[in-house]
């Protein structure tokens, strides 16, 4: 089904509840914009921070142990 007939198919359904179940219907609307929003700020805080440098100064540092450091080795 299209968007618009969606659309038509709900508004023609919700014409017929009570006034207190619209409310419920228009509650759940902005609960799913919320949503929708709260998604969009939080891939944008990662593109954010993936392409951030500030970081950078872990990935150069060498490392200060290794394999040979190790008095016993987990079997």
């Known amino acids: 089904m299209k968007k618009e007939q969606l659309i038509e198919q709900a508004a023609h359904k919700m014409s017929q509840l009570p006034e207190a179940k619209i409310?419920?219907?228009s509650d759940?609307?902005?609960?799913?914009?919320s949503k929708i929003?709260?998604?969009?700020?939080?891939d944008n805080a990662q593109q954010l921070s993936s392409e951030s440098t500030s970081f950078d100064f872990l990935k150069e540092e060498e490392d200060l142990?290794?394999?040979s450091d190790l008095k016993d080795r987990y079997k």
């Open 28 to 33: 759940f609307v902005d609960f799913l914009f």
């Open 65 to 67: 142990y290794s394999v």
């Open 37 to 42: 929003d709260n998604q969009i700020l939080l």
């Open 23 to 25: 409310q419920e219907v």
